[in-house]
């Protein structure tokens, strides 16, 4: 096996290259001022926020904080940058902003920051529009107050507009700053928002509610307003048909135009920027390609993109589109569908792994898909289950310095699309309901089966990982299921649903409220039953847990009263506490990070030597 070399070492690894590659974001550019993008980097070794202004080829970094920074927007006219100011990654904090060509005043960039809506108290962030007339729109939540919507103009204090106990956000602006999109849930479904169309003063011009006041779990997401003054149109996402796919609304008039794109994964779109069409994003089977709809048409042409994973894509005013694309043995490009690479960060290239392997196996809710990279040599190996988040998300044939590292070092990784995940149709992803965790780790269960029965894993050998709600699931997986795992690994994980239940954020207990029918008070069996707290005595796996101090998702205590249950019957753990919040935009903390999980498994699946 591989041994793990320390980063001072010449050559540094190939699993430690690909974290410390240097990374870019998919632009975003002002609408009205193409030529200024603002984009994520991590080139210092912290994720940072860069301005691009393609007309004379310079970049420059705007943000520079400790613990990073990744939520920005522009202005239409491209003069602003608007950024989000937390703590360490607690995620409460206020919008400031900055000038885009902010050295032109000489100094520091962070020498012209000011804020961008003086009047307004820290909050979680819920949703942001800036409109060409310098009116900004800011959606905020927080514990005391729900959420609340505010819109700021320039020189006036902030004018409330909007105010409800459950989760809300702000969706969209107008081309002409008249009308707002808001997504809601005040029917009580945080899984299943529905719209509301407001005039800035807070009347209401229409509504669309596909859950009938929470009667039926069908969802809606505003997807953006056409792009074009005078038209009031919005691109609404439905799943009316049992996935994800577009629509046109009409809020003025109540018209409804059903696009009906006949793809067999989900459908995500957005306008071109002259509003003769959408750009498709169509997803299936942990793979997503891009498609033009032409409205003149009615028809849909395909985008050429390799087979891969597209995480983002722009339509440009010339018609071309750029997007970032990756596979799990290519790392990351942003490409145009006019010609080659459109922004190549500099430094070295991460190194490239092997592809994944497609699996499907048999569960008690259906086929489980589930994507497996194998190393080198013949079976069965060391196999680690690395669980992805959300849990409405999904692993996908997508480039992951993660399970590329294990790869490295003679372990198999194998990834499930649990129910619960996203893009595999509305009824999966809303079948984790009550029996929260329980659920997804059937179909865990049924894939480990596989696994071993395939001769691919060493069933001695087993590693049950993951991050937020993959660590979630390790840690109720070793409870519940105990003697399925050798070691497990938990990252920023729930521990004690009760106690991260009263700690977390505003947002995510409506989440947990939708997913266990109540709060703890009104159905404590089910968050006990759900809770990695009630199965700890039954653990047997040594285990490691990583936790952001100022994590607000996952917060701090549940996880320690968790690991003093542990300690308690001198069960085999570790723990690992960071300063940041939820994950790190720190390399080197990344990179130490999986230094230390590696080691773990290492020491405790006898592979040292």
């Not at 409870?479 to 994980?493: C, Y």
Request: glycine letters at 10%; hydrophobic letters at 40%.
């Amino acid at each position: 096996m591989t041994e793990i070399t320390d980063a001072t070492q010449d050559p540094m690894p190939e699993w430690e290259k690909r974290f410390r590659a240097p990374r870019v974001s998919l632009p975003d550019w002002a609408r009205d001022a193409p030529a200024r993008s603002l984009f994520v980097s991590n080139a210092t070794g912290t994720y940072e926020l860069y301005a691009w202004d393609r007309a004379i080829g310079e970049q420059r970094q705007v943000t520079d904080r400790p613990n990073g920074t990744t939520d920005g927007a522009l202005t239409p006219d491209g003069e602003w940058i608007w950024w989000f100011s937390d703590t360490d990654g607690d995620e409460f904090g206020v919008w400031m902003r900055q000038p885009f060509l902010a050295t032109a005043a000489g100094g520091a960039p962070s020498d012209r920051d000011e804020p961008a809506a003086p009047g307004l108290d820290p909050s979680y962030s819920a949703g942001l529009a800036l409109g060409r007339d310098g009116t900004a729109v800011v959606g905020r939540s927080t514990d005391e107050d729900g959420s609340t919507v505010h819109v700021v103009r320039p020189g006036e204090p902030p004018v409330e507009i909007y105010r409800h106990r459950e989760s809300a956000g702000v969706g969209d602006l107008s081309h002409d700053s008249t009308l707002l999109a808001v997504e809601h849930t005040e029917h009580g479904d945080a899984m299943h928002s529905a719209l509301r169309v407001l005039r800035l003063d807070g009347s209401v011009v229409g509504e669309l509610d596909d859950t009938v006041g929470g009667t039926r779990e069908l969802g809606l997401e505003v997807l953006g307003f056409a792009p074009v003054d005078g038209d009031g149109r919005l691109l609404v996402g439905h799943q009316r048909r049992g996935r994800w796919e577009p629509l046109v609304w009409n809020p003025l008039t109540g018209e409804e135009t059903d696009l009906a794109i006949e793809l067999p994964g989900d459908v995500n779109a957005e306008w071109y920027p002259d509003g003769s069409g959408l750009l498709v994003s169509h997803s299936f089977e942990a793979r997503a390609e891009l498609w033009r709809y032409d409205f003149a048409k009615s028809a849909l042409i395909q985008v050429e993109t390799p087979t891969g994973t597209v995480s983002g894509a722009t339509a440009r005013p010339d018609g071309s589109v750029e997007y970032l694309w990756s596979s799990a043995a290519r790392p990351p490009e942003v490409r145009s569908t006019a010609g080659g690479v459109v922004l190549d960060p500099p430094g070295m290239r991460a190194p490239a792994s092997v592809p994944v392997e497609d699996a499907w196996a048999e569960g008690p809710g259906g086929r489980v898909h589930a994507l497996v990279q194998r190393p080198a040599g013949e079976g069965p190996f060391p196999t680690v289950f690395e669980i992805h988040g959300g849990p409405t998300w999904h692993d996908s044939d997508a480039f992951a310095a993660g399970p590329a590292a294990w790869v490295d070092h003679g372990f198999a990784v194998v990834r499930v699309n649990y129910r619960g995940s996203t893009g595999y149709g509305r009824e999966w992803t809303d079948a984790l309901k009550h029996r929260v965790g329980l659920i997804e780790l059937e179909d865990i269960a049924a894939v480990r089966a596989w696994a071993v029965d395939s001769g691919l894993a060493d069933p001695a050998k087993l590693v049950l990982a993951g991050g937020s709600w993959g660590g979630y699931l390790t840690l109720l997986g070793l409870g519940t299921q105990p003697d399925s795992w050798a070691v497990g690994l938990a990252a920023v994980p729930v521990a004690d649903y009760v106690t991260a239940y009263h700690d977390e954020m505003e947002a995510l207990k409506a989440m947990d409220r939708t997913l266990l029918g109540g709060a703890p008070e009104e159905v404590p069996e089910r968050f006990e039953a759900s809770s990695p707290l009630t199965y700890v005595d039954a653990v047997k796996a040594p285990v490691y847990i990583s936790a952001g101090v100022n994590d607000p998702r996952c917060p701090i205590r549940q996880v320690e009263n968790y690991v003093d249950r542990l300690a308690a019957r001198d069960a085999v753990h570790e723990v690992y506490r960071y300063d940041a919040g939820h994950g790190s935009l720190v390399v080197e903390e990344r990179v130490k990070q999986v230094r230390l999980e590696m080691d773990f498994v290492r020491r405790h699946l006898g592979l040292n030597d």
